[in-house]
């Protein structure tokens, strides 16, 4: 299975847990498996035209999708995607 | 003003316009965008007069209604109020008629413009009951928190990439403070910053903190406004990290003219990267509006932001101004340090390399125009990264305590001046 860790913010709306387990496939079936289970979360974390929004950050074992394949990088069983919102100054 | 609120009405979401509660939260629960403190303009109007600024002490307070702190500050009340200098050598080297340079090189107490939102955020976590405070930092950041907190008997944790400068580490732990050094560049420090700040409930400045203290960063805008005799430069050049303070010295020009201190005016909002680290100043040289994330490879750690959370933001203000955007190579960033230091006697840190060194390719190129008026922001200071410039400057020659070797010297340099 793939894990996928939940930010603080969305946690509320992915039954109060931290992580959750996915299917393998893709960062784009991951996040549909997680919109079956928790209405709405797609829409929180995709704009309209369906990329992933500039304030959201989603990682593959530690690595930014827009270095790999962005939505279609696979994802075999083992993979943590961490979602998280971006960066500020330090 | 109230106990509760100051001046501040709610946070709010800058993509969607939702409002929160004022609590240590940053963003949006629907679409994730920042928030951002909304202020209640109409009572700050009749708060904030010229007058009411100058007749308070000369820190970055007396733009107190401002800033998102309800009640008085008790954290950094000393920081802010830095000088702007006339910098006429410097200008004369880059070609423009008037120059000044916005000096956080010597902000209280950490010599970086980082003291101004450490103030902030600081004095809101007191407010809002935290006892421990956190950062993910490049390393001024750090040296901030760890001096403010212990200042205000806080317990801090600060999180750097292990890699920073020795003069970083060290002006972070001699206060004290929990130091963990990551094996990451900053963008997965930030990372594992994230899952912490929602996991332990501390107060991250740069995370649930964000939207107080990025605020503070409006203290240097209206600094360089009242500085300069209540006018706002026609063109104003800072560094880019995250592009967070660009957009806050832009809306501190915006917020005086809101209220009523200034008439309307128009200037140039220009952002400095450094050629290893240019996610922002690559768009905006190819007309972008979104930018591609870096893996940052620069000498200018404090800029070394491959995935910059207000980049978007930046090129927007950027764009809505007329301002540009470049960037600058190692080799430039030196030249940058040296020629400030040799024409304003100013030591800056690395990114003042890059501001100086952005601000003349910007002059050359015509972009920013030869008779025209513009600010360098500067904020920190050379002490802190003595290494990029070590090798690089010289070095001093040795000789016994003799005239004569002296003389001998001399004679090598500037014989006219040897006296027989």
């Known amino acids: 299975m793939i894990q996928i860790s939940i930010p603080p913010t969305l946690r509320r709306f992915c039954g109060d847990q931290e992580n959750v387990a996915v ?6 079936s991951a996040i549909e498996q997680l919109h079956d289970r928790f209405n709405g979360i797609r829409d929180r974390l995709l704009d309209p035209q369906g990329n992933v929004r500039g304030s959201v950050l989603v990682f593959v074992n530690q690595e930014d999708i827009r270095f790999l394949q962005n939505q279609q990088t696979p994802l075999s069983p083992g993979d943590v995607v961490s979602i998280i919102p971006a960066f500020a100054g330090g | 003003m109230s106990d509760k609120q100051g001046y501040m009405k709610a946070l709010k979401c800058r993509e969607c316009g939702r409002e929160y509660p004022l609590t240590a939260t940053h963003v949006c629960e629907f679409d994730f965008g920042p928030l951002e403190v909304a202020y209640d303009y109409e009572r700050i109007r009749k708060s904030l007069s010229r007058e009411a600024i100058c007749s308070r002490p000369q820190t970055m307070w007396r733009y107190h209604e401002l800033l998102p702190v309800a009640g008085e500050p008790t954290v950094g009340r000393q920081v802010g109020y830095t000088p ?30 980082k003291d101004r939102v450490v103030s902030v955020a600081l ?14 930092s490049t390393g001024n950041l750090a040296n901030s928190v760890a001096a403010n907190a212990a200042a205000a008997g806080l317990d801090a944790y600060v999180f750097i990439p292990s890699d920073l400068e020795q003069g970083k580490i060290v002006n972070s732990l001699v206060y004290g403070a929990n130091v963990i050094g990551i094996k990451g560049h900053y963008d997965e420090v930030n990372r594992l910053c994230a899952e912490i700040a929602g996991k332990y409930g501390w ?17 240097m805008g209206f600094e360089i406004v009242e500085q300069l005799g209540w006018r706002i430069p026609e063109h104003t050049i800072i560094p880019m990290a995250s592009g967070s303070l660009l957009t806050k010295v832009h809306k501190a020009y915006q917020e005086f003219i809101k209220i009523g201190l200034m008439g309307e005016a128009k200037w140039k909002m220009h952002g400095a990267q450094a050629t290893g680290c240019s996610p922002i100043s690559a768009a905006q040289k190819a007309g972008l509006d979104f930018f591609k994330p870096v893996k940052p490879n620069t000498i200018a750690k404090s800029l070394a932001i491959g995935t910059p959370a207000d980049g978007f933001y930046a090129l927007k203000v950027m764009k809505e101004t007329g301002g540009h955007s470049d960037d600058v190579t190692d080799d430039e960033i030196r030249e940058g340090i040296r020629i400030l230091a040799e024409d304003e006697g100013i030591f ?6 890059v501001t100086v060194g952005v601000a003349k390719k910007l002059i050359a190129s015509g972009r920013i125009a030869a008779d025209s ?9 050379g002490l802190k990264t003595i290494e990029a410039m070590t090798g690089h400057v010289g070095q001093t020659r040795d000789i016994r305590p003799s005239l004569r070797e002296f003389e001998a010297l001399l004679a090598q340099d500037k014989p006219q001046l040897v006296k027989g």
């Open chain 2, 373 to 381: 008026s513009a600010v360098l922001c500067i904020t920190g200071n």
């Open chain 2, 123 to 136: 004095s809101r976590s007191v407010e809002l009951g935290f006892k421990t405070v956190a950062c993910a």
């Open chain 2, 203 to 219: 107060a991250f400045v740069n995370v649930n903190m964000r939207p107080y203290y990025a605020e503070g960063s409006k203290s």
């Open chain 2, 348 to 353: 800056a840190e690395t990114a003042g390399g």
């Open chain 1, 23 to 28: 299917a393998p496939g893709t960062v784009a």
């Open chain 2, 84 to 113: 702007l200098v006339k910098a006429d050598r410097l200008a004369k080297r880059l070609g423009i008629r008037e120059l000044r340079v916005k000096n956080d090189a010597v902000n209280y107490p950490t010599l970086s413009f």
